[in-house]
T-cell receptor, first 112, second 114 residues
């Protein structure tokens, strides 16, 4: 089946540093979503992207819908300890309106 | 508080037992879905529903049944539990199936099958 590759799988960074992560697919997607999951909780939506080339910000977070429609990027500026968690991308399958495919996640740890 | 409520939060089952994971939302969302989360696998879609009385299979439906008799509730039934079904299960809902505005997730049910 379709797969989304997220990288890196995990990262340790110092507080105040900027973070970049990405999600790539072998298929074209119509929508990209970025979620954050805290321990013991369900994922929470951070940013939604609906158009190729779209660049959207949510506070210190910025995400982009790749021009090829096969990738998306998430950047976090000036990281803080509460940014720790798992970040997931999700792409809307072009084969079905109701099906989103999730990436395997990027686990972020922030060192104070 | 409005949102998606899942019960129970934790459950241990013996192989072969059956059980129902409950999911309820009070946001009048038409679309509801069940995912399972396994280490290194991300979230995989089990079943979904686009409205009361309408359900369909996702990526990993085997061993699970669903029904949608009301807009609010979308229970997931494990027919005969197997160790391979040990996982964290998440229910999600959205106003539309396109996910415009994103899905709202419950806090999950951690299931262990021994």
């Amino acid at each position: 089946g379709q797969q989304l590759n997220q990288s890196p799988q995990s990262m340790f960074i110092q507080e105040g540093e900027d973070v970049s992560m990405n999600c790539t697919s072998s298929s074209i997607f119509n929508t990209w979503l970025w979620y954050k999951q805290d321990p013991g909780e369900g994922p929470v939506l951070l940013i939604a992207l609906y158009k190729a080339g779209e660049l959207t910000s949510n506070g210190r977070l910025t995400a982009q819908f790749g021009i090829t429609r096969k990738d998306s990027f998430l950047n976090i500026s000036a990281s803080i300890p509460s940014d720790v968690g798992i970040y997931f991308c999700a792409g809307q399958s072009p084969s079905g309106t109701y099906k989103y495919i999730f990436g395997t996640g990027t686990r972020l740890k922030v060192l104070a | 508080n409005a949102g998606v409520t899942q019960t129970p939060k934790f459950q241990v089952l013996k192989t072969g037992q059956s059980m129902t994971l409950q999911c309820a939302q009070d946001m009048n969302h038409e679309y509801m879905s069940w995912y399972r989360q396994d280490p290194g696998m991300g979230l995989r879609l089990i079943h979904y529903s686009v409205g009361a009385g309408i359900t369909d299979q996702g990526e990993v439906p085997n061993g699970y049944n669903v029904s949608r008799s009301t807009t609010e509730d979308f229970p997931l039934r494990l027919l005969s539990a197997a160790p391979s079904q040990t996982s964290v299960y998440f229910c999600a809902s959205s106003y539309s199936g396109s996910g415009h505005g994103g899905y709202t997730f419950g806090s999950g049910t951690r299931l262990t099958v021994v």
